[in-house]
């Protein structure tokens, strides 16, 4: 069965700043990654998916990630941070109908 | 556009009740997932729905759970004997459903529920 690792449980950064939110996972066959983006007492929205073809997969709001095979990680990007991206991130991986998240990293961005 | 919607958005209530949460997906979506999320964690998956029929149910499921969605739309979730460790954001998410693993599952709001 396939997990996710979320490596950072929280992130602060400030504004206009580059971030990395790192996604590692483990599974012996190939997998779909997603990174979905949870406001305050929202339900969770899709930011990016890998499905297959280019490993570098660009999503909303400027993120972008990169599926890295060889090290089974799928790391979420932005190059410059806004106040308005302070949220919890998840990733997930899937397999057939078997959807694991991992347990979110916490994005605040302060000014 | 009327995304996923899920009623109660919170519900409060006393150990030993029973509560019953309601998800309308998307229109033309077919199928239909429940998941949890505790505090601090991700989304863990409960049991989903293809149409009207119950497909997959997580050992996390336990008997005190039941899911139905009977006429292949809305789908509710009904907790009976509520306990404290059941205080947790339920999760309603829809796909189209055509079997395909690359699909996207477009989640509601989700219910809050507090078990006092």
């Known amino acids: 069965a396939q997990s996710v690792t979320q490596l950072d449980s929280q992130v602060p950064v400030f504004e206009e700043a580059p971030v990395e939110l790192r996604c590692n996972y483990s599974?012996?066959?190939?997998?779909?990654l997603f990174w979905y983006v949870q406001y305050p007492n929202q339900g969770l929205q899709l930011l990016l998916k890998?499905?297959?073809?280019?490993?570098l997969v660009k999503g909303i709001n400027g993120f972008e990630a990169e599926f890295n095979k060889s090290q089974t990680s799928f790391h979420l990007r932005k190059p410059s941070v806004h106040i308005s991206d302070t949220a919890e991130y998840f990733c997930?991986?899937?397999?057939?109908?078997?959807?694991?998240f991992g347990a979110g990293t916490r994005l605040t961005v302060k000014p | 556009d009327t995304g996923v919607s899920q009623d109660p958005r919170h519900k409060i209530t006393k150990r030993g009740q029973n509560v019953t949460f309601r998800c309308d997906p998307i229109?033309?979506?077919?199928?239909l997932y429940w998941y949890r999320q505790t505090l601090g964690q991700g989304p863990e998956f409960l049991t989903y729905?293809?149409?009207?029929?119950?497909?997959?149910k997580s050992r996390l499921l336990s008997d005190r759970f039941s899911a139905e969605r009977p006429k292949g739309s809305f789908s509710t979730l009904e907790i009976q004997r509520t306990e404290q460790g059941d205080s947790a954001m339920y999760l309603c998410?829809?796909?189209?459903?055509?079997?395909?693993?690359?699909?996207?599952?477009?989640f509601g709001p989700g219910t809050r529920l507090l078990v006092l």
């Open positions: 229109s033309e979506h077919n199928r």
């Open positions: 599974s012996s066959v190939s997998v779909y």
């Open positions: 890998y499905l297959s073809g280019s490993t």
């Open positions: 729905f293809q149409n009207e029929a119950q497909l997959e």
């Open positions: 998410a829809s796909s189209l459903g055509r079997g395909n693993a690359k699909e996207t599952q477009y």
């Open positions: 997930a991986v899937r397999k057939n109908n078997d959807m694991r």
